[in-house]
C-alpha cells in the first residue's frame, strides 16, 4: 500500500498507525464519527470535517487503485486463457472453467443487504417528493426508508462478518443525517467490490442474483 500524506493525515486524526489494513481504518473512521457527532466543541467539528473531506479523497484513490488493479488482474486472466487455447491440439482436450463460487450464505446476505439499502435510497427520494402534498403520507414512506436501510445494513455488515458492537454502531449512523448517506456509500463500495470479486455482476439496483 502507498502512503500518501492524505492516508498519513486520517490515520494521524484516528490516532492509527498508517500501515493499519484498509477494513481496519474505515471501522476507526465510523467509531470517530459517532464520538465526534455529538461534540459541540468548535475545534473538534473542524477536525470532524477536515477528517471528513481528507477520508473521502483517500477512499476515491483507493477504490480506483482497487479497480486498475482489477483490471490488469482480468487482462492478464484473458491472456493466459488464449496462450492455453493456442496450445490445444484438439477439442477433447479443453476443459471447462469452474464458475466462481458465489453460493457461500455470507456473500448472499451482502448482496441482498445491498439491495435493500439501494431500495431504501430510492424510496427516501420518494418521501421527499410527496413532502409537498402529501405529508402524512411522504412520513410514512420516510419510515418505510429507514426500515429498509437498517435492515439492509445488518444483512451486509452480517455478511461481511462485523462484531456485534460494528453492527450496532453502523445501525446508529443510519439515524444521523449526512451520516448515514457517507455510511451508506463507503458500504455500497466495500460490498460492489466483494460482490464482483465473488463473480456477481452489480447494477445500479445491486447484484443480479
Not at 464520538?35 to 477536515?50: A, M, Q
Not at 413532502?131 to 402524512?136: M, N, P, T, V
Not at 437498517?150 to 444521523?176: P, W
Amino acid at each position: 500500500m502507498v502512503i500518501t500524506e492524505d492516508i498519513k493525515r486520517v490515520c494521524e486524526i484516528l490516532g492509527i498507525d498508517p500501515n493499519t489494513p484498509d477494513d481496519e481504518v474505515d471501522k476507526a473512521y465510523l467509531a470517530m464519527m459517532a464520538e465526534w457527532h455529538t461534540s459541540s466543541d468548535n475545534l473538534t467539528k473542524e477536525k470532524l470535517l477536515e477528517l471528513t473531506n481528507v477520508y473521502q479523497r483517500v477512499a476515491f484513490h483507493r477504490d480506483h487503485r482497487i479497480k486498475n488493479d482489477r483490471s490488469s488482474e482480468q487482462s492478464d486472466a484473458i491472456h493466459t486463457k488464449k496462450e492455453e487455447r493456442s496450445t490445444m491440439s484438439s477439442p477433447s482436450q479443453q476443459t471447462m472453467t469452474p464458475p466462481p463460487a458465489i453460493e457461500s450464505p455470507a456473500i448472499k446476505k451482502v448482496a441482498s443487504g445491498q439491495k435493500l439499502f439501494i431500495y431504501a435510497i430510492l424510496v427516501n427520494f420518494l418521501s421527499i417528493g410527496l413532502q409537498a402534498a402529501f405529508g402524512a403520507i411522504a412520513g410514512l414512506v420516510a419510515i418505510i426508508a429507514a426500515v429498509l436501510s437498517v435492515i439492509g445494513v445488518f444483512r451486509l455488515a452480517s455478511g461481511f462478518g462485523y462484531s456485534v458492537g460494528i453492527k450496532v454502531l453502523l445501525i446508529f449512523l443510519m439515524l444521523i443525517p449526512f451520516i448515514n448517506m457517507i455510511t451508506l456509500l463507503m458500504l455500497h463500495s466495500r460490498a460492489t467490490k466483494a460482490l464482483r470479486a465473488a463473480g456477481f455482476k452489480v447494477g445500479l439496483l445491486g447484484a443480479r442474483l
